[in-house]
């Protein structure tokens, strides 16, 4: 099988990477901005560097896509989170000129890495279905544009009802290559990782629930819809729901209720003040998300995690502490001094410009 893999050397992408490679038979095409060195971390394969974001990456696009059996489009962007004209063009104009290049050149099956993020809003922690509206959370950027990506596919299920479209919804995913990426995205270059050892206390709202899976597991999924051409949505977290007495818990911090508003305004200043890049429609994001039903995948697709939510998030926070990576310029190792010096030359990451 030749399958296109846009996004393959990031979280979920090289996880799926991994996954399909036990598969000699299959025909591996990677879709990225900055292809991983060839120094035999990622195994054999084809890699086209296209920037999604530009429409001249279209010819690119296509010849990549030609004779592809299909197409899994995870490439998605985080930061900088102070230009969100740039997040959108790689998010929803990145999924459009993909959908593009499906249609153009035959592929019969475009998988879609959506996320619990498009979901509206909860009522209350019961786990919603793949019914649940998909208009996002007003005040997240990532929300509202994976919310957008999802009216995308409802086109392209109207305008080319050959292409099997089929959209995957996981929770929160982690692993522990991404610990030097999540850095990044979430705390101040002058920060070290070695902090989140050391904290005493952990102030955030106790109410916090949220689902999670780790990338391994959701690389098993996309393998099982790619077997099946399973078309429609499917949820994926791991059980139980992450709560914020279990991340104190991991962190060996002591709980302490501030509620979600005074949680968002101080993050919301610092953010504004250029301090640290995390955005406040992530603190939005994670007290509105749904937790999610998994049984769609379970029953239709026989998936079941191998790793427990709890074990993902200590997997995914020992990441963070120890700073991990697996080399790829999207999981690179990430320290205080690359961080200070990329900030001089660049500015913060929170507001760079894509090179």
């Known amino acids: 099988m030749r399958i296109v893999i846009t996004g393959a050397s990031g979280n979920v992408g090289s996880a799926l990477v991994r996954r399909l490679a036990r598969d000699d038979s299959h025909e591996l095409v990677g879709v990225v901005r900055r292809p991983p060195a060839p120094d035999g971390s990622f195994p054999a394969m084809e890699w086209s560097a296209l920037d999604l974001t530009d ?6 696009l296509e010849a990549a896509c030609e004779g592809a059996d299909a197409v899994v489009h995870l490439a998605w962007g985080f930061q900088p989170s102070h230009r969100e004209d740039q997040l959108r063009e790689l998010g929803v104009g990145g999924t459009a000129r993909v959908i593009d290049a499906v249609v153009a050149t035959g592929v019969p099956h475009l998988v879609h890495m959506s996320s619990v993020g498009a979901y509206s809003p909860k009522r209350d922690d019961a786990p ?3 019914a649940w509206p998909t208009a996002g959370v007003p005040t997240s950027m990532y929300s509202r544009h994976k919310a957008a990506a999802e009216r995308l596919l409802d086109a392209l299920e109207v305008d080319a009802p050959q292409v099997v479209v089929t959209r995957m919804r996981p929770g929160i995913i982690g692993q522990r290559a991404a610990g030097s990426a999540l850095l990044r995205y979430g705390l101040p270059a002058l920060v070290p990782a070695g902090v989140l050892r050391h904290l005493p206390v952990l102030p955030i709202d106790s109410g916090l629930v949220i689902p999670m899976v780790h990338a391994d597991d959701v690389a098993d999924a996309l393998v099982q819809v790619l077997e099946s051409r399973a078309p429609g949505a499917f949820n994926l977290a791991a059980e139980p729901p992450v709560t914020a007495q279990d991340v104190a818990d991991v962190l060996h911090a002591r709980l302490v209720h501030v509620p979600s508003a005074a949680v ?17 429609g992530w603190i939005d994001l994670g007290y509105a998300v749904p937790l999610i039903d998994t049984g769609r995948a379970r029953s239709e697709l026989g998936w079941t995690p191998s790793t427990d939510a709890t ?6 926070l020992a990441g963070m502490q120890d700073a991990a990576s697996n080399g790829t310029p999207v999981l690179r190792p990430r320290s ?5 010096v990329r ?7 929170s507001s760079r410009r894509r090179p």
């Open 55 to 60: 429409d001249a990456a279209a010819p690119g």
């Open 128 to 130: 919603v279905d793949e």
């Open 264 to 280: 968002r305004a101080a993050v919301s200043a610092s953010w504004h003040a250029r301090v640290q890049p995390l955005d406040p």
């Open 311 to 316: 074990s993902v998030l200590a997997e995914m």
């Open 336 to 340: 205080v001094a690359g961080g200070l």
């Open 343 to 349: 900030a001089l030359r660049r500015g913060p990451v």
